[in-house]
């Protein structure tokens, strides 16, 4: 799907969609690059083309935040899955539309995908979904338990600049 996104405005949809606080940019990474927050429990589905226009916007905020002169390309999803389950699962078609967009319209701006807190409801759309991408886009994903994230995370991102649920600092 082609994307227009230099006449996005913020209509209601997106504004209910945003409300909840699912889908955010915050802080930077050690390189500089944006920092998109990602709370899929917090996902409702109950709109389809508000929930992927909000991934759009919050994507293409963090792309306007960039230093070019920097050489920053690319933004790091920090995904928080507490609360997820299959009661707050979102419809396939959101998460797999939205993977696709992902893959699609931004495939060299995306660096690292952080998923923590994964049970098993998340861990079960992730073998649904992985399939449909391509191998570039799922080698950027990782799944990480408990005693990763303090390995992994602060190798990408500052812990004073990176919020609790990803081994950071701020509250």
């Not at 927050?37 to 963090?62: C, I, Q």
């Not at 992730?126 to 994230?149: A, G």
Request: aromatic share 8%.
């Amino acid at each position: 799907q082609e994307l227009n996104t230099c006449c996005m405005k913020v209509d209601a949809g997106m504004r209910r969609e945003a409300a909840g606080g699912k889908m955010y940019t915050l802080g930077r990474g050690r390189s500089g690059e944006p920092l998109v927050y990602f709370r899929p429990a917090l996902e409702t589905g109950s709109d389809y083309e508000a929930s992927l226009h909000l991934l759009v916007y919050t994507l293409e905020r963090a792309i306007k935040s960039m230093d070019s002169k920097r050489g920053v390309e690319k933004f790091i999803v920090l995904v928080d899955c507490t609360g997820f389950g299959l009661s707050r699962a979102p419809p396939i078609s959101l998460v797999t539309g939205q993977f696709k967009t992902l893959m699609h319209n931004y495939p060299m701006r995306l660096g690292k995908v952080f998923v923590v807190n994964a049970g098993t409801p998340m861990n079960m759309l992730w073998k649904i979904v992985s399939p449909i991408l391509n191998e570039r886009t799922r080698h950027k994903v990782f799944f990480l338990s408990e005693k990763e994230i303090s390995q992994h995370i602060p190798q990408y991102v500052n812990p004073d600049v990176l919020e609790v649920e990803f081994g950071g600092k701020l509250e």
